[in-house]
Each structure stands twice: as structure tokens, then as C-alpha cells.
């Protein structure tokens, strides 16, 4: 029972408009209060929320994909893809998937992601007649990936939570991201084929190609960088983020894309976004202390025994929960509320805490897509000045391609495990 009432006790918190990192804390603090025990507990977990030297990474990240987008390197990415395989049926649509799975390899963030790429390509894929839902459909969908493909902000909170390998998380990531795209572009080829309304770019010459290659080269090649000196051990996933974010200011320096209001306000939203970020993060950290005390997570154990010995079922349960939270709470808070809970039965029932961390980040990247809180909808909306329900419309089939590659994932562990693990 007690579960259940710190659950309703939540929700109603939240229902008031009070942000989730302080719904989080005060129900904490109301919680340890009521076992008896002193609130010198308090600042102690306020402080030992954000000390850990991984989270670092997530400031750096951030500023590093927000000197990306200021600096225009999404348009030069789409540019140079669109070069290559825009002449292609559906081809506007692959550059543009092609497009965010490169900027999620620098940038770590979704919203960032769709922001960059959608700005661009937005334009140009309805301007070359692709249905408005189906191209806003795909840019929202083609965001998540960038809390999947590595570097992933989700994956080093999940990390400093589980204590798991943030390399080997970063690392697991790929598998399901690069299926990800590979369906994604399926769809988007068979659409655009289907559909037979969107004409297909001029097929562009070489010399075209290569200067818009050349522009876009140093960003892949710092794609590169940071994925081939994680897996080689070069550097941890921490240093990564202090290297990306200096070689990203330096490209968009040279390229002279880089103004110093747009330094200013990439700086700015970087503080922003991490100040939310690290809020959660302590409320999160005084809420699972109280609900350790209280042994909520073997309580839910317990639960899960009860309804079932499988791992198969304890999965369909967890995954129809994240789900629904999803259509009420954003990706993070999910994460910071639901892992701790959800670990020990992890653990229990022997599955890799490495693999959970990629299904769970899979699962929220859902959240991210479904109304009403899904911040990729809202940009989305914003860049194209249009109706939600159209961008609802448009990234449904999204969704249902993203639960296909979770039953994949569950169907061969290997997707996420091949790389971090090897034969």
C-alpha cells in the first residue's frame, strides 16, 4: 500500500504545477520526516547528488551541441548528405535521418538534434512536396536518436545511478541506434515511393558534392573522434565531452560561423539546461533515499515475484509503465524516479544492467514523441509553425517502428551488447 499512496502522494504534487525537481525533494524530505530521522540527511544527499566527477560530461555536452546548433553545422551536414543521396527516392528524408544520427553523435541531446536539423530540412523536404505531417513526423522521430547513439546525457545519469561503465553504455547504444535508422529510412523510402508526390533533388555534380563535403567534414570527423576514442579506451567518456566541446567551438570558429552573441547565448542555454538538469538531479537523489528507507524497491520486487518468475513479463510490465508515465513526465524525470526503483529487480532477475540502460533509454525516447509533454513534438511545432496534432500524426508510425526495435532488442540481447561485450 505504502507504494502505491508515495505514487498518488507524486502525481498530485505534480498535478499542482510545481516543477518535478521540487516535487521530488520536498516529498523526500516529508517522507524521511515521517520515519523520524534527522534532516541533516537532506544537505547531505544535496551534495552527494551532484558529486561524482561523471556528470561533468553533461554540462560539456551541452554547451558542446549548443555551439553546433548556434554554429549552423546542421545545415552544412544536411547540405553535404543531401548532395550525395537526395536525387534517390526518399532521399531528402534519408539525409535527413543520416543528418541527426551524426549530430546525435556529438551532441547528446534530442531536442538539440531536432532543433538542428529540423530548422533546416524542414523547408526543403515540403518544398519538394513531402507531406507536412510525414517530414515533421520524421524530424521529431529522428531526434531521439540523440539520447541513444553516443554521447548520451540518459546514459551517463543512468550510469552514475546503476554504477555502471558510462563507456560501455555509450558503446550499446549503437546497435539500436543504427536500427533505429535503418527502419526509419526504410519507412521514408517506402513513403516517399508510395506517396509519389515528392520530387526527388537534382542529382548534384561532383564538384558540388566535394565543397559540400569539405564544409561538413570536420563535424563527421569529430563524430569519429569521439566514438573511436571512447572505444579504444583513448579517453573516458568525461574527457570525450571536454575534448568534443573544445573542438566544436574551434570548427565553428575557423568556419567563422560562430558569432560571439551566438558564443553568449550558447553559453547561456548550456547553464540553463544544465542548472535543470543537476535540480532533478538532487530532488531525484533525496526521493530515492526516501524511498529506500522505506524499502520501496523490494516491495516492487515483491510485486513483480507475485506476478510472475519470467524476465519476459517483468519486461512487458516495466515497458507499459514507462509508457504510460512517459505520456506525463519527461524523459529525465523518468529515469531519475523509475531506475532506482526498478534496479534491484533488474539485478534479481538476471538481466545485464548494461542492456536495461539502452531499453530504458529506447522506451523514453518515446516519451519524447508522445503527447502530451513530448518536447521533440513542441519543437517541431515551433520550427514549422503548424498544429500539433499534425506533428502527432505524422510521428505515429515512428513510434510504432521504435516499439518494433524494442522487441528486437528483447528478442536478441546482441543488438546492445555485441559492441561494449564483443563475440
Given at each position: 500500500?505504502?507504494?502505491?499512496?508515495?505514487?498518488?502522494?507524486?502525481?498530485?504534487l505534480?498535478?499542482?504545477?510545481?516543477p518535478?525537481?521540487?516535487?521530488?525533494a520536498?516529498l523526500?524530505?516529508?517522507?524521511?520526516?515521517?520515519?523520524?530521522?534527522?534532516?541533516?540527511?537532506?544537505?547531505?544527499?544535496?551534495?552527494?547528488?551532484?558529486?561524482?566527477?561523471?556528470l561533468?560530461?553533461?554540462p560539456?555536452f551541452?554547451?558542446?551541441?549548443?555551439?553546433?546548433?548556434?554554429?549552423?553545422v546542421?545545415?552544412?551536414?544536411?547540405?553535404a548528405?543531401?548532395?550525395?543521396?537526395?536525387?534517390?527516392?526518399?532521399?531528402?528524408?534519408?539525409?535527413a535521418?543520416?543528418?541527426?544520427?551524426?549530430?546525435a553523435?556529438?551532441?547528446?541531446?534530442?531536442?538539440?538534434?531536432?532543433?538542428?536539423?529540423g530548422t533546416?530540412?524542414?523547408?526543403?523536404?515540403?518544398?519538394?512536396?513531402?507531406?507536412?505531417?510525414?517530414?515533421?513526423?520524421?524530424?521529431?522521430?529522428?531526434?531521439?536518436?540523440g539520447?541513444l547513439?553516443?554521447?548520451?546525457?540518459?546514459?551517463i545519469?543512468?550510469?552514475?545511478i546503476a554504477?555502471?561503465?558510462?563507456?560501455k553504455?555509450?558503446?550499446?547504444?549503437?546497435?539500436?541506434?543504427?536500427?533505429?535508422?535503418l527502419?526509419?529510412?526504410?519507412?521514408?523510402?517506402?513513403?516517399?515511393?508510395?506517396?509519389?508526390?515528392?520530387t526527388r533533388?537534382?542529382?548534384a555534380?561532383?564538384?558540388e558534392?566535394l565543397s559540400?563535403?569539405r564544409?561538413?567534414?570536420?563535424?563527421?570527423?569529430?563524430?569519429?573522434?569521439?566514438?573511436?576514442?571512447i572505444?579504444?579506451?583513448?579517453f573516458?567518456?568525461?574527457?570525450?565531452?571536454?575534448?568534443?566541446?573544445?573542438?566544436a567551438?574551434?570548427?565553428?570558429?575557423?568556419?567563422?560561423?560562430?558569432?560571439?552573441?551566438?558564443?553568449?547565448a550558447a553559453?547561456?542555454d548550456?547553464?540553463?539546461?544544465?542548472?535543470?538538469?543537476?535540480?532533478?538531479?538532487?530532488?531525484?537523489k533525496?526521493?530515492?533515499?526516501?524511498?529506500?528507507?522505506?524499502q520501496?524497491?523490494?516491495e516492487?520486487a515483491e510485486?513483480f515475484?507475485?506476478?510472475?518468475d519470467?524476465r519476459?513479463?517483468?519486461?512487458?510490465?516495466?515497458?507499459?509503465i514507462?509508457?504510460f508515465?512517459?505520456?506525463?513526465?519527461?524523459?529525465?524525470?523518468?529515469?531519475l524516479?523509475?531506475?532506482?526503483?526498478l534496479l534491484p529487480?533488474?539485478l534479481?532477475?538476471?538481466?545485464?544492467?548494461?542492456?536495461?540502460?539502452?531499453?530504458?533509454?529506447?522506451?523514453?525516447?518515446?516519451?519524447?514523441?508522445t503527447?502530451?509533454?513530448?518536447?521533440?513534438?513542441?519543437?517541431i511545432?515551433?520550427?514549422?509553425?503548424?498544429?500539433?496534432?499534425?506533428?502527432i500524426?505524422?510521428?505515429?508510425p515512428?513510434?510504432l517502428?521504435?516499439?518494433?526495435?524494442?522487441?528486437?532488442?528483447c528478442?536478441?540481447p546482441g543488438?546492445?551488447?555485441?559492441?561494449?561485450?564483443g563475440?
Amino acid at each position: 500500500m505504502t507504494p502505491v499512496l508515495i505514487i498518488v502522494g507524486l502525481i498530485a504534487l505534480l498535478l499542482t504545477g510545481l516543477p518535478v525537481a521540487f516535487g521530488l525533494a520536498s516529498l523526500g524530505t516529508l517522507l524521511i520526516v515521517l520515519k523520524g530521522l534527522p534532516l541533516a540527511l537532506i544537505p547531505a544527499n544535496l551534495f552527494g547528488g551532484v558529486n561524482d566527477f561523471v556528470l561533468i560530461a553533461v554540462p560539456l555536452f551541452l554547451f558542446m551541441s549548443n555551439i553546433l546548433l548556434r554554429g549552423g553545422v546542421g545545415r552544412d551536414l544536411f547540405v553535404a548528405l543531401q548532395s550525395w543521396v537526395g536525387h534517390f527516392p526518399g532521399g531528402l528524408g534519408i539525409a535527413a535521418l543520416l543528418s541527426c544520427g551524426i549530430f546525435a553523435a556529438i551532441s547528446g541531446s534530442s531536442v538539440t538534434t531536432a532543433a538542428t536539423v529540423g530548422t533546416v530540412a524542414i523547408p526543403e523536404m515540403i518544398r519538394r512536396g513531402y507531406g507536412t505531417s510525414f517530414t515533421l513526423g520524421l524530424l521529431a522521430a529522428g531526434g531521439t536518436l540523440g539520447i541513444l547513439i553516443p554521447p548520451s546525457v540518459p546514459l551517463i545519469v543512468y550510469g552514475v545511478i546503476a554504477e555502471e561503465s558510462i563507456g560501455k553504455l555509450f558503446l550499446a547504444g549503437i546497435g539500436p541506434g543504427l536500427a533505429l535508422i535503418l527502419v526509419f529510412g526504410l519507412y521514408a523510402v517506402v513513403a516517399a515511393t508510395l506517396g509519389n508526390r515528392a520530387t526527388r533533388a537534382g542529382k548534384a555534380s561532383w564538384p558540388e558534392r566535394l565543397s559540400a563535403s569539405r564544409r561538413a567534414l570536420p563535424t563527421a570527423l569529430l563524430a569519429v573522434l569521439m566514438l573511436g576514442g571512447i572505444y579504444s579506451g583513448a579517453f573516458t567518456p568525461t574527457e570525450a565531452s571536454g575534448i568534443g566541446a573544445t573542438a566544436a567551438l574551434l570548427i565553428t570558429v575557423l568556419q567563422r560561423s560562430l558569432s560571439w552573441q551566438d558564443f553568449l547565448a550558447a553559453l547561456r542555454d548550456s547553464v540553463m539546461t544544465t542548472s535543470v538538469i543537476f535540480l532533478i538531479v538532487v530532488g531525484a537523489k533525496i526521493f530515492g533515499r526516501a524511498i529506500t528507507l522505506y524499502q520501496i524497491p523490494a516491495e516492487v520486487a515483491e510485486m513483480f515475484s507475485v506476478a510472475g518468475d519470467s524476465r519476459w513479463v517483468f519486461l512487458l510490465i516495466v515497458s507499459a509503465i514507462l509508457l504510460f508515465v512517459g505520456l506525463f513526465l519527461e524523459s529525465m524525470s523518468m529515469l531519475l524516479i523509475m531506475v532506482p526503483v526498478l534496479l534491484p529487480t533488474v539485478l534479481g532477475f538476471g538481466i545485464d544492467p548494461v542492456w536495461f540502460g539502452v531499453y530504458f533509454v529506447l522506451l523514453i525516447e518515446i516519451a519524447l514523441i508522445t503527447p502530451p509533454v513530448g518536447l521533440n513534438l513542441f519543437v517541431i511545432q515551433a520550427i514549422a509553425r503548424t498544429g500539433i496534432g499534425t506533428v502527432i500524426r505524422g510521428v505515429t508510425p515512428f513510434v510504432l517502428l521504435m516499439l518494433l526495435i524494442a522487441v528486437v532488442m528483447c528478442a536478441l540481447p546482441g543488438l546492445a551488447l555485441l559492441i561494449p561485450y564483443g563475440l
